[in-house]
């Protein structure tokens, strides 16, 4: 403590400030839910509110409260979501940070499903998807006001944005779609299958390249 001098305090001190600043630098633009801070969860709804996305928190014990980290970007004016991809088929589960609303779900995908920016590990996790003959998926996201015994899904637009797929559905928390092989998609009842209309959205995977043929 002998050595320590006025010089070292104000040395801190300085430092400190600089933290600060850096700090409030860097979340000026960024509105985020805060993890259970009131303020901060009403700003982000009332943004969602604005790109017609109906957003709804759990209690801030709760894990998918914890594992959530969206936020709104102002100076952007873009939502960067937290996005949970469940492969049903392969049995796994990945979550992306930060998907910028304006991108397409095609584009999120080439991480992941036959392309040659698929890391070997995940390759090989999703080995049933990377299949040749396995290489058109549908996606889907589970509707949250509809009762457990009766459960339907919209099915979202690969070659639109994660915004534009948001828009007009319910979100608690954060996204989470489920990347399905087309086969299997009969497991998926849709809201439009409950209204007798039938819809043939696939995301087909050839050349490197996600295209979408609607039928």
């Not at 104000?10 to 430092?15: A, E, G, I, N, T």
């Not at 600043?21 to 633009?29: F, G, H, I, P, W």
């Not at 969602?48 to 100076?75: C, E, I, T, Y």
Request: charged share 30%.
């Amino acid at each position: 403590m002998g050595s320590f001098s006025e010089g070292h305090l104000l040395s801190d001190y300085r430092f400190l400030e600089d933290v600060g600043r850096a700090v409030e630098n860097s979340t000026r633009d960024a509105v985020m839910h805060g993890h259970g801070h009131r303020k901060s969860v009403s700003i982000l709804r009332n943004y969602a509110r604005r790109d017609g996305v109906d957003l709804r928190m759990l209690p801030a014990g709760l894990q998918r409260h914890r594992d959530n980290f969206s936020f709104f970007h102002k100076r952007e004016k873009s939502f960067f979501w937290t996005v949970k991809l469940i492969f049903p088929q392969s049995r796994a589960e990945f979550t992306e940070r930060r998907v910028a609303g304006s991108q397409s779900l095609a584009d999120l995908l080439t991480r992941y499903v036959g392309t040659d920016h698929v890391e070997p590990v995940t390759q090989q996790r999703l080995r049933e998807y990377n299949r040749e003959r396995a290489r058109s998926v549908r996606l889907f996201m589970k509707e949250e006001c509809q009762p457990a015994n009766a459960a339907r899904y919209h099915e979202f637009l690969a070659d639109l944005s994660l915004q534009e797929n948001l828009r007009g559905k319910t979100i608690v928390e954060y996204p989470v779609l489920h990347v399905v092989i087309a086969s299997h998609a009969h497991a998926y009842p849709t809201l439009s299958d409950a209204s007798g209309e039938i819809k043939t959205e696939e995301a087909e995977v050839e050349g490197g390249k996600i295209q979408v043929d609607t039928e």
